[in-house]
């Protein structure tokens, strides 16, 4: 099951001066199945109120879990920290269904009857919104409750006016998002999150979020936050993003992402006012903080990266178990023991007692001796290639903001590892370079001495080290590009996967649903889940997955409706991505299934 964490977030427990949070609470409406983070409706809605109001930096939570009913967000909103201005409860059409998760207990499609106070659900509606308005009003606490439809309400004009008239009874702000998007002419098709996920689209949230804010607006929620002294938002924004870390314990990349995404709402704000007012001195306020979150952040994530780099020498990765260091060090020693077995003479007795039977064993193809100088000559080129990369990247992270909680002995020892691998490697070509020489000279001494068939035989067996070495020096040439791909200076605020699959057809009505649960490696962080909604006739199905940013882990995926076990399934791509130069393409044939029938990914890193 994928209730465990929201969208990205996290879940706030302290109060921070000069910081506005509203809450946004319900299922997988408000989560925001279907789109990326940044693309739901509370994301919408933080940048709008953002824009609206000067002086305050305001934080939209999103506490909205797939899956959850009526009572679930409630109860789990009403038990957590009450940190927040004001609370919209996203309500949708199945969320009458009382223990439809918990005691697995089946419905058929949504249907009115259920809201009805003839109904033991209906009863149990009302109760529920009996306790929301004794809350709110004991709490002094705004609330909204937005009932959040896509489609046109015939079906589900019952089930609005319910909702509504239990709003009004407790007078409680009532929205229905289906009046506002049927005026904008929108196909059903550009409503849904795609063809198989009949979650709201990104031109939904967009929409239903506007005209959320803007009845709020109206509503008066706003009216005692109308400072409109503009230059104070930047301060405000850097001590709130400090207090998420320091305080509520916010990753750091989480609140400079927060801040930097304010900051940005904010000047779009002050550019309209100082159109019609003259300067307000936003932009000489802002530019400081500006260089400090993105100083923090880019300080994170080039760590980040560099530590999942370093950590995939650690592992049996593909892309990494080709280069070791001591395969090198051993084909070094192959050749000096040539070298040293030809100076002391006796080659036809070595040969009889045991490099006849190595020779057998071994048939890789040699490399021309001829080419031994330029081979070694340019992986010492690629080696230095490599330090000055390496080094130009050590350079290029920004200097750490005083205060902000990064590990500065952490990234020292992953460039020191790095630096003394790449230090070794040089010592190693140096040294193989006197080796070859000198395995060289001696052959040329003894050759003609030798048969035709032991002068071949020696021109295989230095060969082959040779050619192992090239091969095993050619992976610092990627590492190059890794270090220029790492310090650029771009950053993802969450992690993509791309999951095209197969599966059989669902006997359920209901869409099946694909999990996916990431394991994180680097950063460190707890699990965390989601799922995509997919084509129940079998065909195949493309899935997006976003996931708070990964640069090292593996991922889970298993298939099923929430109240069926997983079932079997086919992968055909999976793709893993932060932007466009972070991605990782993973062989479907890599999956391992477990036990339990779900599937787990090799190592993934992305960096």
Known sequence: ??????????????????????AFIGDSMAYGTGVAPDQTLPAN????????????????????????????????????????DGVVFIVCVNDAELFGITLRVPYSPPAASAWESTRATGRAVKCCFDDIAEFSAKNSLPMAIV???????????????????????????????????????????????????????VKAHQASSRNLVQALHRRGWFDRYSDRAIATAPDRIQKAARAMVETDHYPLEVACNW??????????????????????????????VVRELTAASSHWHISQRM??????????????????????????????????????????????????????????????????????????????????????????????????????????TDFEVVESLLHRLDSEIEILQTCFSRARQAYGNVSKELSLERQEQLVKLLGQPLGSI???????????????????????GFTTMEITL???????????????????????????????AMSRSGDPSLIKLTFPTLYSGRVRLSLGVLTQSPRDFNLIKV?????????????????????????????????
């Open 147 to 201: 009932f959040y439809v896509t489609g046109p309400l015939t079906e589900y004009q019952r089930m609005s006016e319910i909702i509504s008239d239990l709003c009004a009874k407790h007078g409680l702000f009532y929205l229905n998002t289906w009046n506002h998007l049927r005026d904008l002419n929108l196909t059903p098709l550009e409503l849904k999150a795609s063809p198989t996920d009949a979650h709201p689209s």
């Open 575 to 607: 793709e893993v991505y932060n932007s466009s130069d972070q991605r990782c393409l993973i062989d479907p044939a890599l999956f391992r299934r477990l036990p339990s029938g779900i599937y787990e990914s090799p190592a993934i890193h992305i960096f």
């Open 45 to 84: 809605a933080e940048r709008q109120i953002n824009e609206l109001l000067p002086g305050w930096p305001v934080e939209a939570v999103n506490l909205g879990v797939p899956g959850y009913n009526l009572w679930n967000s409630w109860l789990k909103f009403k038990r957590s920290p009450q940190v927040y």
């Open 502 to 532: 197969r599966a059989e057809a669902a006997e359920d009505p209901r869409f099946p649903v694909l999990f996916g649960r990431v394991e994180y490696g680097v950063p460190w962080r707890l699990p965390f889940s989601n799922g995509g």
């Open 259 to 288: 801040g930097l995404g304010a900051l940005e709402s904010k000047a779009r704000l002050a550019a309209r006012m100082e159109a019609m007012e003259g300067p307000l001195g936003f932009r000489s306020a802002a530019e400081p």
């Open 307 to 412: 530590h999942a780099f370093v950590q995939t020498m650690a592992t049996h990765d593909a892309r990494v178990a080709e280069f070791n260091v001591n395969g090198i060090v051993l084909e070094r020693q192959t050749i000096d023991e040539i070298g040293f077995g030809l100076e002391m003479g006796g080659w036809e007795e070595i040969c009889t007692e045991c490099i006849d039977r190595s020779l057998a064993r071994n048939n890789s193809e040699p490399v021309p001796l001829s080419e031994a100088s330029a081979i070694l000559t340019a992986c010492g080129v690629d080696l230095r290639k490599a330090k000055n990369s390496l080094d130009a990247l050590r350079s290029a992270i920004p200097d750490h903001p005083p205060g902000w909680p990064v590990e500065e002995s952490l990234v020292n």
């Open 470 to 492: 090239s091969s095993r020096c050619s992976i610092v040439r990627q590492w190059t590009s890794t270090f220029e791909r790492i310090r650029d200076q771009r950053i993802a």
């Open 1 to 22: 099951m994928f209730l465990q964490l929201r969208k990205g977030t996290w879940v706030p427990k302290v109060r921070i001066d000069g910081l506005l949070r509203f």
